[in-house]
């Protein structure tokens, strides 16, 4: 494939992304690309973050708040607009000032994810909507692009992804409360 048309490729899968239509194996694509559902999750964040508000610098323009995982609190960024959970960690070495990103989404999915553009490798682990962790994961950095980087799932559905540096993940389960 010539270097045109693999661009072509590629920005025709980007337009898909964004209208959430892309699949892989059947399963919808996050691909750090974000959930292939439509619509946003802004209301779900409160049964699971409290203390929500504006985000500190450099992620201003979204929410941060504080969660709590195994019984320890932590401060988070939240991402839990279409476009937020598509930007994700991209081209930040960590979450500072906070602990982690915490992913929501508007329903269970079965959404994966690359690191395409993260420079650094990250935990994540996934909740489900009763803030129970059905899995976790260690994912590597990679230069590529989404079509090019390993994928990471869950082996379950989830509604929720915390992600932290390594080592920095807290055991147990994520607190939801019942709205």
């Known amino acids: ?13 980007v337009v898909l992304v964004v209208t959430g239509a ?12 974000a959930a292939a559902t439509s ?8 049964s699971v973050v409290s203390g929500i508000g504006p985000a500190a610098s450099p992620f201003t323009g979204l929410t941060a708040g504080t969660i709590r995982v195994g019984g320890r609190p932590l401060d988070v ?17 960590d979450a500072a000032p906070y602990a982690g990103m915490l992913f929501v989404f508007p329903d269970d999915t079965t959404t994966a994810f ?22 976790a994961l260690r994912m590597e ?17 989830f509604r929720f992804t915390l992600e932290t540096a390594p080592g920095e993940m807290p055991g147990g389960r994520l607190r939801v409360r019942r709205g």
Do not use: K, N, W
């Not at 494939?1 to 899968?13: D, N, P, S």
């Not at 619509?39 to 409160?46: F, L, P, Q, W």
């Open 39 to 46: 619509g946003g999750s802004e209301g779900r964040a409160a």
């Open 1 to 13: 494939m010539t270097g045109a048309r693999r661009a072509a490729a590629i920005a025709a899968g």
């Open 77 to 93: 960024v939240v991402a839990d607009r279409l476009g937020e959970r598509i930007q994700g960690l991209r081209g930040r070495a």
């Open 22 to 33: 892309v699949h892989l194996g059947g399963r919808a694509l996050d691909g750090r690309v």
């Open 141 to 157: 950095p990679c230069a590529g692009t989404d079509a090019t980087c390993p994928v990471y799932e869950s082996s379950a559905p």
């Open 114 to 135: 690359t690191m395409a553009g993260v420079p650094d490798a990250l935990e994540i682990a996934f909740f489900d909507s009763r803030g129970r962790r059905v899995d």
